[in-house]
């Protein structure tokens, strides 16, 4: 059959991309050329198929035993290693998928809420990694700067923060007793 379909109830062939533009909504034209390309402004073409194809990789891998340090140890350096020869960015999410666990388990055994003594100590380093390589990047103005306070400030705990020194101030001179103002502004005697 070609192109055309039959519309039931119609007796008329009607073109199939025509019966399209009428079910299809139509997309609203933005009123700020601007925002015509929001979301999508540093994408070029083929950076969807490649970040998937990258993040698909650990989907493939094979578990390993995460109660034995060694094997998260090795799966770590897997990981930075494929970051590595790959030219991609580390990031959290990322070493998680590697090591078959969600980014909360990974921020767990950070912070030492279970695994602690097995596993602190290897994500710690992972973590400083990966957190060296946002400062080189934010440092160098190869992230967006917005990018890297956000990131750093719900990643990696850094704050904004202003220290405001508030000094004691008499804008009326130093303190005095109401015996001394009043001996002030007492009249003098006349003479």
Known sequence: MDDRETIEGQE??????????????????????????FGQEYVEPGDNSAYLRHALVSWDLPP???SDPKQVEGRIREYFTYCAENDRKPNIK???????????????????EFRKDTHQEIIK???????EMWWDYGQNGKVNPAAWIFIGK?????????????T????????RSADEIAEQYAFLPEE
């Open 12 to 37: 008329s062939l009607i073109p199939l991309d025509e019966v399209g533009k009428k079910v299809a909504k139509v997309k609203r034209k933005r009123n700020r050329p601007d925002l015509a390309n």
């Open 64 to 66: 390993i035993d995460i």
């Open 94 to 112: 990322g070493l998680g998928n590697w090591l078959g666990v969600g980014r909360d388990t990974v921020h767990a055994w950070m912070r030492g």
């Open 125 to 131: 380093k992972a973590y400083d990694v990966i957190e």
């Open 154 to 166: 719900n990643a990696y705990g850094m704050k904004d923060t202003q220290d405001v020194v508030v």
């Open 168 to 175: 004691p101030n008499q804008p009326l001179g130093e303190q």
